[in-house]
Structure formats: structure tokens, C-alpha cells
């Protein structure tokens, strides 16, 4: 059983979906199930290019990936960063060449950041 906002890929045609309301079923794409993707953290190898890194600037908050910035190849690049903040959602898609950053116009108490890799997967901040 899915859990909301849980992130699962299909194996077969590299489909990715984001849970926004789970059901009992289970989630299937070219006939087979899904594979969650469980966020890698801090406790990971390849930490210091990939988890994200959430910096307060004037008018909102910028989220960095990772320590080290992660590259922004045709091949292997961010696809999106994300954060949950204080129960909204919000995302931001990027693109190889863009930097590996974003900046959230928002004001917000507790930040959740989340950022996917094409090569490396979910990863989660603190
Ligand atoms: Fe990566």
C-alpha cells in the first residue's frame, strides 16, 4: 500500500509517479509493480553532491544540492527539487545547465527537502 507522497518509478518505461492520495492498491505500469523510492539521507554514499541543503535568504529560502553542487549533465542532472513546508508542497523542475538550486518565495517555520537525481534517485534533507 502506497503512502502519500511516497515516489514511485516503473522499472520498464521510467515512468515516475508521486502518491497524492493513497489507496489499497497497489501501483502498476507495464504490467508490473512499481518500485518506491526510498529518499537517501545524509547517512548515504554520495551525500555531499545530493543531499539538500536549505539556506534562508531575503524573501524566501533557497534549497542548494548538495554541499558540493551536484553536476547539471545531459546525462545525470537534478530533475526537480521540492519542499514540504509547514503542510504545503511545492516544486520546482529544472533543466541540465540550470544550477542546482532553487529559491521558494515563501515564508515557513518546518522545511522537508526532497530532490531527485536522474542517475542517483530521491534524496532527502533535513
Ligand atoms: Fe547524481
Given at each position: 500500500m502506497a503512502g502519500k507522497l511516497e515516489v514511485y518509478k516503473?522499472?520498464?518505461?521510467?515512468n515516475i509517479v508521486e502518491v497524492l492520495h493513497a489507496g489499497d492498491g497497489p501501483l502498476l505500469c507495464c504490467g508490473r509493480q512499481m518500485e518506491q523510492f526510498v529518499p537517501k539521507t545524509a547517512?548515504?554514499?554520495?551525500?555531499?553532491?545530493?543531499v539538500p541543503v536549505i539556506e534562508k535568504v531575503d524573501g524566501g529560502i533557497k534549497i542548494k544540492v548538495g554541499s558540493i553542487a551536484h553536476p547539471m549533465e545531459r546525462e545525470h542532472f537534478i530533475e526537480w527539487i521540492e519542499i514540504l513546508a509547514d503542510g504545503n508542497h511545492y516544486r520546482r523542475f529544472l533543466n541540465p545547465g540550470d544550477a542546482p538550486e532553487a529559491v521558494f518565495k515563501i515564508e515557513a517555520q518546518a522545511v522537508a527537502p526532497r530532490e531527485h537525481c536522474t542517475v542517483h534517485g530521491l534524496w532527502k534533507g533535513e
Open positions: 516503473c522499472m520498464v518505461c521510467g547517512a548515504d554514499e554520495g551525500k555531499e553532491k545530493h
